[in-house]
Structure formats: structure tokens, C-alpha cells
């Protein structure tokens, strides 16, 4: 219970639910076990041992309200009896019926009002863990299983729902239920109820004792759920690579070893939860078994008990396994709840290292320069970074150049704050964008990616991404700007079309040409690219160009790229190896010093 004891705070909002709920679940138990009362005057009349009452019962005051009834119901039979038997068993009949009625209509009140609380539950946390994931940084993810945050979002969050309809039954409504039998058993008959009460602390540790392995056993199930959806998330992002490479009997078997694991540890896991309830059924017979045997006897042979009152007092025992079945099948979901919370709670409490905590400076307008302070910076063991010092002029435009793996995309990603930098500061006319609101930064900053990241949604969303409220006149402009109005006024409802998975519809071009669109339209002082053109064909990398030259005007632009028409204009090229700058330049003086700027371009690793 130690991590599910976290996660109640979501029913707070609910409480008025939680209270409808135990109020109705308090009717529930009490009528469950007066229904079963009900019997024994019906049963007295049919075994003709009614007692008799001739006086009307007075009643005294809530106290004595018990023996009001019972003397009521007594009195009100007899009379029936005297004027024709089969009256006074309809009556008893009826009296059952209602409180029969009575019962389960509180038992729907009760699972009506704990629905809202469930899936109010489920929506909130839900919520709050969306909420988180776009909070923590990249890193985060990074070195994460995108199968296991989605598990998390699902399975386990859908556990934790069921384990709260569990907790209820646990305190309030099966205890209940079982409380209010007793009692009534108790006045049926002490010493029968003593007796019963001897075989439930045993029954309760065996139950007890199976139920602690599982947690383990959950654990494991969720992990390899996590694993398989992650190969399936892998397989849709890369199915035309699959498919050219003929893998995808290598990636069925993969797969097929997951689900294999899945349903190993699946089986485990149910069979020792569906274990609970036979096993408690079970122990309850024994206990009825024995109550038969001692009941009969003072039925039979000592003539201590009444025939009615004992078969009235063994429906109330019966009416004990159900709840106690319920209660061993809701400890089983709690454990399992609580495994669910612990996972849940590894993302909620996740530490975001890159926080706005005191980040509080607002960035109205950039007015001089960017400077990358002798920065570092690593993923884990391989420096990506080693004290890069590089200053870039408001208005400039920088080329960053290198092969792959030189550091060039890590540059973007750290100005933007993707990332921190281990040692030194990233410096924004003097102040470190560490104390520059997150939000202020990113604002002031345009992305072009080299893959462009669209969603499904329709043009006009995707190009007015981030902006709560747009001007669709700004955006037709921004297209217009990007070299996109015209291939999007062809589309079948032009800028409402919806572009699918990841703009699946379009073409690479068009991609990228609405891509630039989102930039143009955030207007932003810095314009980060990132081999905006590389993977297009002349066709289109020519209409991006035009583009992208259209969006760098009067901004101050750094460019990773490929190719020499896209940096041949900059006002400064930096070319990296291993993670350091090893050349600065225009396009000119580097290629008129032997340097590896020079023999990037004779091995035509730029293309004209």
C-alpha cells in the first residue's frame, strides 16, 4: 500500500462520490443481512412453530426498535394466521421480496456513484501524466522504451481504476456487509456464531500468503507489455526499412518472444489471482460443513435450537462467503494496484533536470550576440561536445559543418535547451539561458528539423502549431512565404485537409515546405535549421531553398548542412570534428588554406 497510498489524493476532487458511495454500501450490508433475517418468520410458519403475540406491540424508542420489529412482524402474522394461513406466508413472503429489493437497489446506487469516482480517477491521472511527459526533458526519453511510457498510460493507469473499486470493497462495503451478518448471527445464536468465527483466522492467512507473490508476478507482466509495444511503436515507424530488407520474419520472431514472455508470466499471474476465489469459497464450505455438523446436532439431538432460527442462522453464514471471496479477490487487485502505482509514480516523480525553477528572465528582444561559452557536454559516457567557444552576431548567418557524429545537431539541441550543458554557458546577449524562462527562449527561437515533424492533423493546425489563437490570413501568408500556398490550395479542403501520420499524405518537399510555413508564421529573432535540405530532391530542395532564404532574411540564422549552395552565402562557417571546433571562415578563406573544410568539399561530401 505504500505507493497507492500516493495516488489517493486523486479522489479528493471526488469525495461526495466516496461518501454516496459508503452511505449506500452502509444500506446495502445492513439490508443483506436483514433479508436473510426476513426468512425465519416464514420459515416459522412453515414449520408452525410462529411464537405467538396476541397484545400489539408498543414502540418504546430507537432502543428497543429491534425488539418492536420482531414483535411486530410476530403480531401481525398471528393475526394473519388466525384468519388463513396462506395470508400470513404471503405476507412473509413480501416482507422478503422488499428487503431483497431494498438490497440490490443500494448495491447499484453504491456502483453507480463509485463509476464517476473510477473514471474521474482515470481521466486525472491520465491527465497529469500526459502533463508530466511533455514536462521532462528529451534526455528523459532517450534512454527510455517508448513501450513502457505507453504501458504506463494504459495498463497500469486502467489497474489503478479497478484497484480503487477494490479498496472501497475492502473498507467499507464487504466488511460492512460482513459486520451487520454477524450481528445478526450473534442474535440468532452466540455460541453458533463463536464457533464459526474459530476457522477465520486460518482461512485469512492462507489467503494472505498467496496473495504477496503478487506483485512480483505483475510486475513482470506489465514490463513485457511495455517491451511488445514498443517493438510495434518500432515496427510502424520503420516498416518501409523492414520491408526493404526483408526483416520482418526477424521482427515477427522478436515479437513472437514477447508475447511468448506476455503470456508465461500473464498466465501466472491470473491463475494465482483466480485462485482467491475458489480457494475462499472453499474455505467457507469447510466452515459450513462444520456449522451443519454442530447446528444438527443441537437441532436434532439436544433439542437447544430451533429448525428455522438454524437454517435462517446457516443463510447468514452463507451470506459471509461472498463478501469474504470479494475481499480476497480485492486484496489480490490492491497488490496489484500498488505494483501499477509504483510504476506510475517512477514517471510522475521523475526529476526534470531542466527546470524553470529559476528561470524567470523574460527575452523581449535579442540585441547583440549568442555566445557558447567553453561548453561540454555528454551523453553518458561519449563526449558529444569538448569546450566549444563560438560567438555569433545578432543578424548573422552561420554555417555549422562536419560529418556525422561531429556535434553539429547538438549545438541546436543545446541552445534550445533540449539538453543542459555539463560545463560552461550558452549566453544570450550576457545572460545564460539557464535563467531565461523556457517558454521566453523557445519563443524567440525557429526549429526546421531535418526530418519534418508533422502530426495528424490538418495544415492550417500544423502550420499554427503553438499559437492559441491565429490569424488565418498570417497563415496563408506564412505558406505563401514558405513556397506552400500553392500545392496546398490543390488539396481536396486546402488548408482544413487533414495530412495524416506524420503528414503521410505529402511528399517530402511539401513537408518541409509547411514546416518552414510554422516557422515563418512564429516569427522568431533566431532560426536554428538543421539540414533542412538534405533529404529532398533538386526539384523541391530548390522551391526550400527559397524558402528558407525568404525566412533568414534580416534573422540571425545557424544552418547545420550538407550542401554548398546552403553555405556558401554565410557570413561564418564552423566546421567540427570529434565534438570541437577545428575551423572558422567565410566559404572563401576557408577554401584557400588546406584544412578540412577544403577537403569536405573536394570530396564532394557537399554537392553543388
Known sequence: MKYFKEILKYAIPYKSYIFLNVFFNILYAFFSALS???????????????????????????????????????????????????DALVISIFLILSLFFLKNLFNYLALFFITFLRNGILKDLRNDLYSKILEL???????????????????????????????????????????????????????????????????????????????????????????????IEETLSGLNIIKAFFAEKQFFNKFSNSTDRFFYFNNNLINRQNLASPLSEFLGIIVIGCLLWYGGKLVLIENTLQASVFMSFMLLAYNILTP?????????????????????????????????????????????????????????????????????????????????????????????????????????????IKKISKRSLRNSIGLVTQEPILFNDTVNNNISLGKEEHNFDKIISAAKTSNAHDFIVKLKEKYNTNIGDGGGKLSGGQKQRISIARAVLKDPQILLMDEATSSLDSVSEKMVQEAI??????????????????????????????????????HKKLLSIKGKYKQLVEMQTFHK
Open 324 to 432: 469474504a471471496k470479494a475481499i480476497s479477490k480485492a486484496s489480490y487487485a490492491i497488490s496489484k494496484g500498488n505494483s501499477a502505482a509504483e510504476r506510475i509514480l517512477s514517471l510522475m516523480n521523475a526529476f526534470n533536470y531542466i527546470s524553470n525553477k529559476n528561470s524567470n528572465i523574460e527575452l523581449d528582444q535579442f540585441q547583440n550576440e549568442i555566445y557558447f561559452k567553453n561548453i561540454s557536454f555528454s551523453f553518458g559516457e561519449k563526449k558529444v561536445v569538448n569546450k566549444i567557444d563560438l560567438k555569433i552576431k545578432k543578424g548573422n548567418k552561420v554555417a555549422i559543418v562536419g560529418e556525422s557524429g561531429s556535434g553539429k545537431t547538438t549545438l541546436i539541441n543545446l541552445l534550445n535547451r533540449f539538453y543542459d550543458v555539463d560545463s560552461g554557458e550558452i549566453l544570450i546577449d550576457g545572460i545564460n
Open 549 to 586: 532564404e525568404k525566412l533568414s532574411k534580416n534573422r540571425t540564422t545557424i544552418i547545420v548542412a550538407h550542401r554548398l549552395n546552403t553555405i556558401q552565402k554565410a557570413d561564418l562557417i564552423v566546421v567540427m570534428e570529434n565534438g570541437a571546433i577545428i575551423q572558422t571562415g567565410t
Open 137 to 231: 526533458p528529451i534526455g528523459y526519453f532517450k534512454k527510455r522504451k517508448k513501450g513502457d511510457t505507453i504501458t504506463k498510460l494504459s495498463a497500469d493507469v486502467i489497474e489503478i481504476q479497478t484497484s480503487f473499486l477494490s479498496i472501497l470493497e475492502v473498507l467499507v462495503r464487504e466488511p460492512l456487509t460482513i459486520i451487520f451478518t454477524l450481528i445478526m448471527m450473534i442474535k440468532v445464536n452466540i455460541n453458533l456464531t463463536l464457533f464459526a468465527l474459530a476457522f477465520i483466522p486460518a482461512s485469512g492467512l492462507l489467503i494472505s500468503f498467496i496473495g504477496k507473490s503478487l506483485k512480483k508476478q505483475s510486475d513482470r507482466v506489465q514490463k513485457e507489455q511495455g517491451e511488445f509495444l514498443s517493438i
Open 36 to 86: 436473510f433475517v426476513s426468512m425465519i418468520p416464514m420459515l416459522n410458519i412453515l414449520f408452525g412453530t410462529t411464537p405467538k403475540i396476541t397484545k400489539k406491540p408498543v414502540y418504546e424508542g430507537f432502543s428497543s426498535i429491534e425488539n418492536y420489529l420482531i414483535d411486530k412482524i410476530n403480531y401481525e402474522l398471528n393475526i394473519a394466521l388466525d384468519k388463513n394461513p396462506l
